[in-house]
């Protein structure tokens, strides 16, 4: 039995229900901002000797911001960065102070507007959500606050929808790094710089620049891609796709026929012939049956045969906001590369 599948029949054999429900990356890792003391981390986060504050300025330098721009400082803190953020977009510009906890978004929205700024606006958003209108920013900037995404494409999904085309997101993280990074950073972060790179390019982005100019955080620019070949198939590895069902993130559907499906299947995928696709996506929207068949909250690996029904479906199907993906791979490939069949 080949690496692929081992993976999936661990998967399968002893969570089933990670198949199905997305998991939280790390329970628990926002305990302590559930009704928090604001001021206790007020003097943790704005204090000289946290790296992120000491260089807060190249930070924010490195942005490249202009008047006018619309901002979402995600997981905004105490508002460290947002003030920094409200002067240099300025009247005609807004920031967003988006956050988990209520606390913290009063907080930051009382102190933005005793300094005088009047372009910052609170969002308490949820934790798989950043809540912000769709297509309406040209930067979101996470700092210290990626490895507390506990749903994090369903986050990272809302904040792809939030940005403009152009737009792009700057993310400050730790380094993780054995034998190089702090214990408390080797416990407290769930991954380094390569995993949540790979993460973020999952979600529709890639690298566009990057700053080195702190020792135990790194400074990355994200832009918006189409993460598709010349013939419109997903360019993600069978690797991350095996990955992505295996913790929730991502389901698997057919879109062969009946029959075909009837003559050997795969063991993770659901039926959802083309057929059904058709008469079922129509100019008077999408039917009922369909909804309940396509998660909303998942990226959607379709396979088929060979690759070419697998983009008639998802083009029948890209004006109703899913994150579909066709597989060039048909089923035959799959099994070699590891998939089960179904019995
Ligand atoms: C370590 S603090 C960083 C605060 C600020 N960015 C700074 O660097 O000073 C992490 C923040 O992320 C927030 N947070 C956690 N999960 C979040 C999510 N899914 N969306 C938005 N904010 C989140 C927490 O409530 C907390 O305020």
């Known amino acids: 039995m080949n690496r692929i599948a081992i993976c999936l029949l661990v998967v399968i054999t002893l969570s089933p229900h990670a198949v199905g429900q997305e998991k939280s990356v790390r329970p628990g890792i926002n305990k302590s901002f559930s009704e928090p003391d604001v001021g ?11 790296e992120v504050y000491d260089f807060r300025q190249e930070i924010i330098d490195s942005c490249g911001l202009r008047p006018g721009m619309i901002v979402a400082d995600i997981g905004a803190g105490t508002g460290l960065f947002t003030r920094m953020l409200a002067p240099r977009v300025g009247e005609t510009g807004r920031v967003y102070a988006v956050d988990i906890s209520k606390e913290f978004v009063a907080h930051v929205t009382k102190t933005s507007q005793q300094e005088g700024y009047k ?13 912000l209108p769709d297509n309406s920013i040209d930067l979101v900037f996470i700092c210290d606050t990626y490895h507390h995404f506990e749903f994090p494409y369903r986050t990272l999904r809302s904040l792809r929808r939030a940005l403009r085309p152009d737009g792009s997101i700057v993310l400050v ?15 407290h972060v769930r991954a380094g710089k390569e995993t949540f790179q790979r993460e973020i390019e999952l979600a529709g982005f890639e690298v566009d620049e990057e700053k080195d100019f702190m020792e135990q955080s790194y400074w990355l620019r994200f832009r918006k891609t189409e ?6 198939h997903t360019t993600d590895s069978i690797d991350d796709v095996i990955r992505l069902l295996a913790n ?3 389901a698997l559907i057919d879109v062969r026929e009946q029959a075909e499906w009837d003559g050997g ?7 959802l012939p083309l ?8 100019n008077d929207g999408l039917s009922k049956s369909l909804q309940a068949k396509l998660p909303k909250t998942k990226i959607i690996y379709f396979h088929c045969r060979s690759g070419g029904r ?21 089923f035959s490939a799959l099994v070699r590369d590891g998939f089960e069949a179904a019995r």
């Open 173 to 187: 993280e730790f380094h993780r790094e054995k034998g190089k990074s702090s214990e408390w950073i080797m416990n």
């Open 248 to 250: 929730g993130t991502a």
């Open 227 to 232: 993460r598709t070949t010349s013939r419109g």
């Open 275 to 282: 057929s059904e696709i058709r008469a079922g996506a129509t």
């Open 310 to 330: 697998v983009l008639v479906a998802t083009e029948l199907l890209k004006t109703y906001g899913y994150d579909i993906r066709p597989l060039q791979s048909g």
């Open 119 to 131: 372009n910052v606006k609170g969002i308490v958003c949820t934790p798989t959500s950043a809540e």
């Open 40 to 50: 206790s981390f007020t003097e943790r986060f704005e204090r000289e000797g946290r």
């Open 265 to 271: 299947h795969l063991q993770e995928a659901s039926l």
